[in-house]
Nanobody, 120 residues
Framework: QVQLVESGGGLVQPGGSLRLSCAAS????????MAWYRQAPGKQRELVAL???????NYADSVKGRFTISRDNAKNSVYLQMNSLKPEDTAVYYC??????????????WGQGTQVTVSS
């Protein structure tokens, strides 16, 4: 069993910054890709940023230059630094990880989500 716990969401004014954290725990052999998704009310969940175990990174076009994803493999954690926040960044943010839990056993795990609200 693997658990992902996010933290760091909240209310921020436009132009402000927030840093999201996500820590994985449980029966972890190795973590491959880790990512952040978000879902705004009435919209589909969308990929925000992804980082592989080798450090390759992809961002959604809407956040390039404003958000930075990073990870700490020793802590089984992934982070999302969000700068120059806009009202359209308001959403529930979820972290996800592809976790190897044993020989020929792996799966995608999700956190419970953390609310980010950008409003004046």
């Amino acid at each position: 069993q693997v658990q992902l716990v996010e933290s760091g969401g909240g209310l921020v004014q436009p132009g402000g910054s927030l840093r999201l954290s996500c820590a994985a725990s449980g029966s972890i052999t190795r973590i491959n890709a880790m990512a952040w998704y978000r879902q705004a009310p009435g919209k589909q969940r969308e990929l925000v940023a992804l980082i592989t175990s080798g450090g390759s990174i992809n961002y959604a076009d809407s956040v390039k230059g404003r958000f930075t994803i990073s990870r700490d493999n020793a802590k089984n954690s992934v982070y999302l630094q969000m700068n120059s926040l806009k009202p359209e960044d308001t959403a529930v943010y979820y972290c996800t990880a592809h976790v190897v839990t044993g020989i020929l056993r792996s799966g995608d795990y999700w956190g419970q989500g953390t609310q980010v609200t950008v409003s004046s």
